[in-house]
């Protein structure tokens, strides 16, 4: 059995030897020992079975212990329970800044393990620095600030470099039509399966795409969106799969990553999927399948994982059809359909959307400007082939012809519509004027009556397809009785 003693100055620096594991002089022990000792709160030493040694008097105190000679040769954890002596015993390494709980005390606590000439560890001594936090608050809090900001900033960057802009909300509309198109992709949001976007150019497509990924189980993870109809044909493979080093002549001597390897554990949006060639359209559904691609000019396959969202404003059934595109990546493609209808058939929309696209052309602009029932009425009489970027640039045209900080009426639209060649002029008759809470608030009773025709009147069933809680539902048909 190892004797037990007291530890002293003397007696540590016995324990140390200038051949020793630590590196330290005898000189040096010396000299730092009682320095620590004294500018601590209270000092302890164990022997290499984790039994006290030596207690000097203000830690006996500040523990509450009276006589320190009292626990000579006991077990360490039999008097300071939370104490991590045993385990700077057996690894040797020591720890440096720890909290220590200890009867409802938190202390800061340095440990250190001590060796023989031989290099064996025969013990550790610990200091108490600090016997109350508090002065460290400060210095504490404004660590933990700048942790969050920094933690903060660096989401911030992810998200601009491969996250989203979108949310659900920038997807405007209280129309049947454009309701239903959120009931689904709150649906495509909560269930990680691909998803198909059909719609005309100018709809929202993108914005839908990057609402999902938004609200869904890979949110924190890389939004990566590709617009297949940009890209020359001979370098689809490229930007999807990556290149290996010198695959060709030219090529980067390092890996160049593709587009699957960008979006790992996240969204993949390939926005007009129908201007695949047919060749890539191959090799998409292999990785789609499989969950493995092989970067070009390399005999490796890398595992991908990536939640695919597809759009497109062809009609993919009929280039099916025409053997324009394969059928098996249809049917991967499609497994959640959302039709996203082009802005004629939900004018209903006109106020919202005006109102919405407005607010954002003039805070960028420095503008105010109010829209008139004149002048959405006048928007309704025209069919919107470019659909909502089209009126976007309409209102941006009228805004910079018209007066400043006035308003957009009638003639202000007139002046900036466009009319005729490629963009017709509807044929329906001219509307009356009718202030824009009327036209909401029947929109809104149209799509409640046909979600509870459709429902069967089963109102939770009806709240669900309108996106509503069943008591929102209730306060309005309250009001509509």
Known sequence: MNEIRPVGTRYMTELFSDNNKSGLTRDLIEALFPMFEEASAGAIAVDRSARITWINSSYSH????????????????????????????????????????HNQQQLVVTRLPYYDDQGRIVGAVAFVLYDDLEPLTPLVSKYRRLHQDLAAARKALAKKARGTRYS??????????????????????????????????????????????????RAEKPFVGVNVAAIPDNLLEAEFFGVAPGAYTGADRRTRDGKFQLANGGTLFLDEVGDMPLPLQAKLLRALQEGEIEPLGSNKVVSVDVRVIAATSRNLEVMIAEGQFRSDLYYRLNVL???????????????????????????????????????VSALGSYDWPGNIRELRNVLERALTMGEEGGLLDADAIFKVLPRGGSRPVSSLAPQPVRPLAQTLAEAEAHAIEEALVASRGNRTRAAKLLGISRSVLYEKLSRLS
């Not at 009276?66 to 039999?78: C, K, L, M, Y």
């Not at 009931?183 to 976007?197: C, K, N, Q, S």
């Open 62 to 101: 500040l523990l509450g212990l009276g006589d320190p000679s009292a626990v000579i040769g006991q077990p360490v954890r039999q008097v300071i329970p939370q104490t991590r002596m045993p385990e700077v015993v057996e690894t040797g390494k020591p720890l440096l800044l720890d909290i220590m709980e």
């Open 337 to 375: 359909e959302i039709p996203i209808p082009p802005l004629r058939d939900r004018l209903a929309d006109l106020g919202v959307l005006c109102e919405a696209l407005l607010e954002d052309i003039c805070e960028d602009q420095g503008l105010r400007v109010e829209m008139t029932d004149a002048g």
């Open 168 to 217: 659900l909300g920038d997807f405007v509309g209280a129309s049947p039509a454009a309701l239903e198109v959120k009931r689904r992709a709150r649906l495509a949001a909560g269930r990680d399966m691909p998803v198909l976007l059909l719609g005309e150019t100018g709809t929202g497509k993108e914005v839908l795409a990057q609402a999902i990924h938004a609200v869904s189980g």
